[in-house]
């Protein structure tokens, strides 16, 4: 049975292709297509549809999975063979281990996969991801370097919150993650994100969280924390979305601050 990467998959979904409609995917990264009337006429040829190649183009942000820093590596095939959540495990399709530069100024931090991410291994792909995206493109986030996780690895059926027990026992990975990344700045998505880095009652009313610079322990080192709503939020809530603009415009102040300093 042939077998694909991720970056294969991510492809394949990016142009809507089936697993099962491709016959071979061959060293130099070329896809063909099961011609459908090849069955019944054998002198129809099979299609080429493209190359892989193109997979770099679909997103500028150094997003697949070929993880250059070994530490980050060690820990990212750990992930892959856990079975700590016996729900988890069982369920998820991949492990949403993170995408981006891997000596990032800025990390952001969301809560954990959602169906999409679950799909094609990589965070923050489906609506949601495209608007943090958005974001990223129009405050110009992108002029420095940034990666984005998830403090969960695997996604939680149906899109629940995760449980207090996943949260623990994906957590060692979350931390020794955060510190090879090492980042000056993290920017938490949502409530379960931030719970991750500061300790916070999750009956709090989020807002509150907003605005003010929290701090958290990265080894020897107090890392700022910025905490804005999750985009998935802001999908359901747009009236929210300029307070998430105004929250980044906060980040990149204090970031600016921080390398003016260094
Ligand atoms: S959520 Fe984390 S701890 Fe739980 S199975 Fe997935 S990788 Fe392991």
């Known amino acids: 049975m042939k077998k694909i990467n991720m970056t294969e998959e991510y492809f394949l979904w990016q142009n809507k292709i089936k697993f099962s409609d491709t016959i071979n995917i061959d060293k130099n990264k070329k896809i063909i297509l099961k011609n459908k009337k090849s069955n019944s006429n054998k002198s129809n040829k099979n299609k ?10 679909i997103n500028n942000t150094n997003n697949n999975i070929e993880i250059k820093n070994e530490e980050l ?45 679950d799909r094609l291994g990589f965070p923050f ?5 495209k608007l943090l ?5 129009e405050l110009k986030i992108n002029k420095y370097n940034f990666y984005i996780m998830n403090a969960l690895k695997c996604r939680p059926p149906e899109n629940r919150d ?20 090492n980042p000056k700045i993290i920017c938490a998505l949502g409530r379960h994100g931030f719970g991750n880095l500061i300790e916070f009652d999750l009956k709090t009313p989020f ?30 809530n747009q009236k929210e979305e300029t307070k998430v603009i105004s929250d980044f415009e906060f980040m990149l102040k204090e970031l600016n601050n921080i390398l003016e300093n260094n």
């Open 73 to 117: 590596k060690k820990i990212y095939l750990e992930v892959k063979e856990c079975m700590k959540c016996e729900k988890l495990c069982r369920t998820r399709l991949n492990v949403v281990f993170g995408r981006g530069d891997e000596n990032p100024d800025i990390v952001f931090v969301g809560e954990a996969p959602g169906a999409d991410e």
């Open 207 to 236: 807002g509150k969280a907003r605005n003010t610079v929290h701090y958290y322990k990265n080894k020897d080192k107090e890392v700022p924390v910025i905490a804005t709503y999750h985009p998935a939020y802001v999908l359901r």
């Open 162 to 181: 995760p449980l207090p027990e996943e949260k623990i026992n994906c957590r060692n990975f979350f931390v020794r993650q955060l510190e090879i990344l």
């Open 48 to 57: 080429e549809v493209g190359t892989m190649n193109k997979a770099n183009k």
């Open 133 to 137: 995206d958005k974001w990223i493109d």
């Open 125 to 129: 792909v489906g609506r949601a991801g």
